[in-house]
């Protein structure tokens, strides 16, 4: 069956890069959008990055944008958010999530797919 799992999370420091990783898998295709949520302890999810079907558009968080990058390669059925300068508040939760339209959502009820997520956190 279709599903999509995270990998690449860990333990950092204020800073440091880590990089994640979305393997889909079953009839997740490159049509779908893809994208990542976090949730921090105690708060509700929050959009960080998407990038469309066709592959040449992405979206980001404000606070994230110029430290995230989120790509794909269809060619493996992998997505990736290469995560720069790490900061405490990065600290969350990251699912990745697929969806049927390949259009990118700010809302999880846009998509149809989603992981069981990684853990990330960044000491201070």
């Known amino acids: 069956q279709a599903q999509v799992v995270e990998s690449g999370g860990g333990l950092v420091h204020t800073g440091d890069s880590l990089r994640l990783s979305c393997a889909a898998s079953?009839?997740?295709?490159?049509?779908?959008?893809m994208a990542w949520f976090r949730q921090a302890p105690g708060k509700e999810d929050e959009f960080v990055a998407g990038?469309?079907?066709?592959?040449?558009?992405?979206y980001y968080l404000d606070s994230v944008k110029g430290r995230f990058t989120i790509s794909r390669d269809n060619a493996r059925n992998t997505a990736y958010l290469q995560m720069n300068s790490l900061k405490p508040e990065d600290t969350a939760d990251y699912y990745c999530?697929?969806?049927?339209?390949?259009?990118?959502?700010?809302?999880?009820?846009?998509?149809?797919?989603w992981g069981q997520g990684t853990r990330v956190t960044v000491s201070s």
């Open positions: 079953g009839r997740i295709l490159s049509t779908y959008a």
């Open positions: 990038i469309s079907g066709a592959g040449y558009g992405t």
């Open positions: 999530v697929a969806a049927i339209s390949g259009l990118v959502g700010r809302r999880m009820t846009s998509y149809d797919y």
